[in-house]
């Protein structure tokens, strides 16, 4: 008889090593390695499977209709999940602990039970009293939803296969099931897979849909990111501070809807609350005669979105300046300094550069590049910019502003909340189709990054900066 070999697994990735190290061949990772135990196969020639059932091939000319919907109740989790779980489906639901992903689990739980389906909870991590108080404390107590405190995958399926008329069954999480069929710990690669792969296959097969939640690592990317992403329809991430009371509900992969789809809502005492109109709370508190201040026109998924750009520069006391993003991208703002200093003759290489998207929103389009470099002269001068304009565009390397994508859709967006202007992107026409503007909104075309300085540089307050108070009147920033 073979005897069972030892191998180590990257719990990050899931790259096979044959012997221990402290950094993975795979990822780049440290420590991720874990020892599993692999029964060896019998030596001998592998034999071809025989006895099959044919495959029937089907014309790929035909009617299909679109697939059914089991709605939540929560408008935002329907928009992100592109209408509703379907039936058959998986999910994949992660974030930070605390984020609240048990939290709107619970509460769709319960929202769909009262509808008249029969939903699951099956808890790995918590006792069946914590999800009881949880639930009174949502108001949800109430609910005909069947609880269970488990982690065997043995007991979990036998359970489910007696289930009849199951339309939802919530996993929490998926770290925490083992199959006893395997040697390695729970919340390794192999265990992970492997349930996930047989919770699913029954999903499929019984036409539930099954909610998987997963743990975040410390980079902030799921546990096993290339074991599970792969294996499920649709995979969400529940992003936003523990502090703040947004939290962002965001699709990455949806085989049933749109990607890069987003659900607001606000951490209340009662649970979590939609935010129907974002925009309007993420500009609640906005001063509108501050400089360094911006509001950008973004767009997640189909969604319209004005969040505010806020930026701040102050002399560098060192000879190494600090460049500090929050909700944005960080290789992108080093890109804008540079075309402001080469293109729009700025000097900014000497002051420490703090950005913030307000509202714990996290901006991944280009398009917020008009805005962020707005509020980045703003800040430079010391001059506010327009408090009832909008700003959006993509600025490339030569400091031309190039278009992006739905422009009538970020308008009417900014006409809605009272914006009279919008600095936008020089229209290019294309089909001889004219861009319709919202009533009462001034559109301001831009062809050129410097078009946007030079209102600003004409009025330039001077400020004295870290490297030049001998000087009489240096300036934080200059113009040549």
């Known amino acids: 008889m073979a005897k069972p070999t030892h191998r180590f697994v990257c719990q990050s990735c899931g790259t ?30 592998a034999k071809a499977a ?9 014309p790929l000319k035909g009617q299909s209709s679109p697939p059914p919907r089991t709605r939540t ?16 489906s998986v999910v994949l639901v992660g974030g930070d602990p605390g984020i609240g992903k048990s939290t709107i689990l619970l509460q769709a739980a319960a929202r769909v039970a009262e509808a008249g389906k029969r939903t699951l909870y099956v808890s790995g991590e918590e006792a069946i009293e914590q999800v009881r108080l949880r639930a009174l404390r949502l108001g949800v107590a109430g609910a005909p939803l069947g609880l269970a405190a488990a982690s065997s995958l043995r007991d979990i399926m036998t359970s489910l296969e007696e289930e009849r008329d199951v339309g939802l069954v919530i996993m929490d999480s998926i770290q925490t099931v083992w199959l006893d069929s395997l040697d390695s710990a729970p919340g ?50 529940f992003e936003g501070d523990r502090g703040h009371q947004f ?23 009662t649970g979590l609350a939609e935010v129907p109109n974002p925009s309007a709370l993420f500009l609640a508190e906005r001063r509108g005669n501050v400089s360094g201040s911006a509001v950008f026109a973004g767009l997640e998924g189909t969604r319209p979105v004005l969040v505010e750009v806020q930026a701040l520069l102050s002399p560098s006391a060192g000879g190494s300046p600090r460049r500090q993003v929050v909700g944005w991208d960080s290789g992108r703002l080093a890109m804008l300094l540079a075309v ?19 509202g714990g929103l996290r901006i991944n389009e280009p398009a917020a590049d008009l805005a962020v470099a707005a509020a980045l002269v703003s800040a430079a001068t010391d001059r506010p910019c327009s408090p009832d304009t909008v700003y959006f565009g993509e600025v490339g390397l030569s400091g031309e502003i190039r278009q992006v994508a739905q422009t009538e859709l970020r308008l009417r967006e900014a006409a809605k909340l009272g914006f009279s202007a919008a600095t936008l992107p020089r229209r290019v026409a294309r089909g001889g189709r004219s861009l319709s503007a919202p009533e009462g909104l001034r559109l301001s075309e831009t062809g050129h990054l410097a078009d946007l300085v030079a209102p600003f540089a004409a009025g330039a307050t001077r400020k004295p900066a870290a490297k030049e108070k001998a000087k009489p009147e240096p300036a934080e920033a200059e113009f040549d």
């Open 16 to 45: 096979v090593h044959p012997k221990w190290q402290g950094k993975c061949e795979g990822c780049g990772a440290w420590n991720t390695l874990a020892e599993e135990v692999v029964e060896a196969r019998a030596p001998g020639p």
């Open 50 to 58: 025989i006895g099959g059932r044919r495959v029937e091939f089907v």
């Open 73 to 88: 109740g929560m408008a935002e989790l329907d928009r992100v999940l592109g209408g509703g779980f379907v039936p058959g």
């Open 188 to 237: 390794t690669v192999s265990q992970v897979r492997a349930c996930a792969a047989e919770l699913g296959r029954l999903a499929k097969s019984r036409g539930f849909a099954l909610v998987l939640v997963g743990h975040v690592t410390k980079e902030g990317t799921l546990a096993g990111p290339r074991v599970l992403e792969h294996m499920v329809d649709a995979t969400l991430y």
């Open 247 to 269: 939290r962002i509900l965001r699709a990455t992969k949806n085989r049933f809807g749109a990607t890069d789809e987003i659900g607001v809502f606000e951490m209340t005492e």
């Open 340 to 358: 402001l200093e080469s293109r729009c003759r700025m000097t900014l290489g000497m002051n420490d550069v703090y950005l913030n998207i307000a």
